[in-house]
């Protein structure tokens, strides 16, 4: 099998081509940066991905992460990449240089992510959430905080967590009954149990700074009650040594997938001597969340490009090796005499790589495009700047959805590609397949993430988001119809935004009649219905460009790579965009069949 | 968690009500039987089924087959399961009395089927390979072969396979090269390998008889060069004791689902004394095996079906204990002091559960429609005769992937309910989730399915059999058609059946010009498309027993029970059928981009 998990080439036309990095470099805060010092840091981060990540992701699956007398066993090349990521400044790598980080603007650092994550994706949690936690503390902690903590994380001594979900509250962030007890010194005694905690503890930190949703007492009921608290698993003092602060970690989630990557519960202050520190003001924890939340989002969203990438690449090399059946012939007659061909020359296998490499082209651009509104809202000012803002947020949802799910339809086809060895654990396609499952549950269930797109993202400040971004969908499709070629599909991206117009006013219609029920009802229809749309402009987009190089000649890759790029833009127009007919047909239906009745009907 | 995984009442109303088996009884072939004495026999099925095969599901995914030694080890419960099941005659159960069978109805075979492996999929294989393998012996086999192998192969003594597969042809069998060299003694000597041999052996059977496809020297090329073979792991000779027949077990595949069935690879004469003695004429072989492919392919289906639904009912039961969250008001405020309603009630958890029930209330029809089929080919005669051989025919590549696939969504969509607790060991729906996922592979993956589909049943006797197929379905049609409330639902199936006229007549065309590579290139598309559209005929039938029940008030189960099958059938209206739009329009496109051209654009 091949060892490719991520084009860099790939990588490359997305970032600089497609979405022009070059521009940002000449605001202020990325000024030290350009085309070269980026090609060498990507580069070099996919030769430490070659070396150090990849070679473990099936040894960690097979060598799962567990709990043993009170400890948690992970893989011990954890040890190693925690190590060198922290020597490449990757943990909080776009943190300002004065807060130890490196300026790297975000689209960048999503590069970075998608190398990482589609060399070991079992891995890449421990350093994401260590750069999470690192920034919600370096956002909206105290200096004293800061200086506690963030250095430590980002030389990778000290590891972060996100510590939201409890046993009766997962989706429902309302109902945490974790509690804060003020205390005359200033901190907080914490009490609560904590579930389904990633990357909570292992042997090769010395510490974990577990960033933590919990209730002061007499907090008002709901998500207006929650603070956000640092809880380290050992407490510093002033001279920098380290006491047990009472956080237990009481066991570790077995899953089907993500198996080297632990998922930790955790026990705190069961010998009622477990300090926390408040980060920013009471009851405000949701909201400081909600950048790491987000930041997390994109991170998701791109573990399952990722993880797609790899399938792809992998079942791509082996359509290449595998010979099985004759091509049929145009008589419909199969000549047995002929040598068998290779399977890539079938074209139901070549539209499963197709689908998977539109998939993975289309999830990691739009990936990228919402990372660049992250680094706009950075050095833009004004409108402009909240422009980039809701542009951001309204991609966020979208950006975390299309593929985890999508992910999963593209490494299903990658695994048939190897028929009955995609089934076995010697080839890698089973172990994508179990591993990307998780992408559609974390950090907001795809269900969530569609309430937050059709129920806040699209009626935010009157539907300005959403117009925002119908105009850049707009100016994609204005720049296609400049080229004979593409222009079929711009007026095709077109009806498909009129559509989207009609679908929202008729279900704003039930919001405005005060059915918000039956407004949400379909808000997962809606999401595929409009995913499938956005990532349609974002192959457009690369379509464009590559059309452009073709006919100026003005080329930095082969011709086929550029042919490669409209093929698979067409492929997705004929094979991927046409679901959105029957989507729209569902959510423009009069029924209503998924609203509670009268009676228990599901049985 | 619950312990249900499937509906007996649900079961019954499709074999009697919706398929009216009763029908059946009066032919001479079945007269032992009525509705009484198979409700006897299901039940008692389920009875055992709860004890003996259900609760080892999850401890044979914790325990894999595996091979140690060279010898294949399986849970020791695969002993029990396999005597219990000869005792009650399940094994060949559809077999004529005087060849050892109970004359069991294909219907009635199929939904024992359902309920065993609705129970434990990793363990009901052994039985149906057997039954399949012992099937081939009495359909083809001389009477000395059936007398040597049957009977000790329906007792549950000796177990059967089937081995076509080698490594280098899979999808391919024009390619296999397991040779059979004649000898005077009028066996053959084998010499090859098999691999993906599943059942093919372990410590629970005296002996395995491995129906195995091989070439004898000098056939000609390609499938019509092949042969069938009974080779037995141990020969008997005449006096009944055994002797090692040099078929080694060389290996077991080790596979992401169905981890407690075994998947063998065999090595056929390795010391040059492996005998197999041929299954009826030289050169049929195929042809033969088909008998026994078209059952299994049946069977596969029912394993996606039976596994979905396992995981429906574990996800119901669960949707409705688990407390998460608010209902939406209709004010679209949320009221944090109200208790938290239970995820049943959330509109995207009814979506997710309905989907469920709709993929297998209608699989499981349509799997039991094609054994019915089955059953009218044995009893009828002339036309009437011809007629369902050709029904089974088109319904079989439909039957076996619809359930493959789809099963697939439904239980990716049963594990979403769970959210986080469903990637987790600790729960059921991880493992349906990887055992599923093999059945769009065995006996002909999807593709291949598709290719019969599209390729051979449609246009065979020049389109007979979709013909009779669509007159089914207009029959149906009709009698919704009596119902106001079904009405509407006819409407829409009969537009679809006049789409798929339209699409056939587009594919069509382009065979009639000669060029089948684009005929088929869309195959895959097609099944989608049309297998869609049969499910929802199996829905519509269901709905118009159902309306006819609550009409006439004559009902055998609670109103509720009626009125669910209605809106399983509005909501796969509304939400799965819809997507037949987008399917024709992909169907309908002009491009042609998965045919090979002249340069390599998949990179």
Known sequence: MSNKYASIDNLRFLWKDVHQSEKLFKHERYQDYDVESIDLLLNAAKDLCDKELHPYVQIMDEDPARYEDGKIIVH??????????????????????????????????????????????????????????????????????FDTYVPNMLAGKWMGSMALTEPQAGSSLSDITTSATPT???????????????GGDHEYAENFVHLTLARIEGAPAGTKGISLFVVPKHRPDSKGSLTPNDVITAGDFQKMGQRGYCTTHLSYGENDDCRGWLVGEPNRGLKYMFQMMNGARIEVGMTGVSIASAAYYASLQYAKER??????????KKNVQQEQTLIINHPDVRRMLLLQKAVVEGG???????????????????????????LLEILTPIAKTYPSEMGQVAISNGLQVLGGYGFCTDFPLQQYYRDVRITAIYEGTTGIQSLDLLGRKVTMQNGKAIRLLMQEIGKSIQAATQHKTLEPYALRLGEKLVVTQKVLEHLLGFAMKGNHQRFLADASIFMEFFSTIVVAWQLLKQAVVAQEALTSGKMNYAPDFYESKILTTRFYFKYELTKTEGLAQTLMDEEQLTLVGDKELIM
């Not at 776009?94 to 998608?114: A, K, V, W």
């Not at 990691?364 to 809701?390: H, I, M, R, W």
Request: glycine share 12%.
């Open 76 to 145: 011990p090349q954890v040890e190693k990449v925690i190590a060198l990521a922290a020597e490449n400044g990757w943990i909080g790598a776009e943190f300002e240089y004065d807060r130890g980080g490196m300026q790297l603007p975000h689209i960048i650092c999503t590069s970075l992510n998608y190398i990482a994550q589609a060399a070991n994706n079992q891995v890449t949690g421990y350093l994401a959430l260590t750069g999470g936690a690192a920034g919600l503390i370096n956002s909206f902690g105290s200096q004293e905080l």
């Open 184 to 198: 005359a010194e200033g901190y907080y005694h914490i009490k609560g149990q904590k579930i389904f905690i990633s």
């Open 323 to 332: 010979p099985q059946g004759r091509a049929i012939s145009n008589s419909g």
């Open 364 to 390: 990691l651009s739009l990936l990228l495009e919402a990372s660049k509104y992250n680094d706009l809202q950075e050095v833009l000012t004004g409108e402009e700047k909240e422009n980039a803002q809701l």
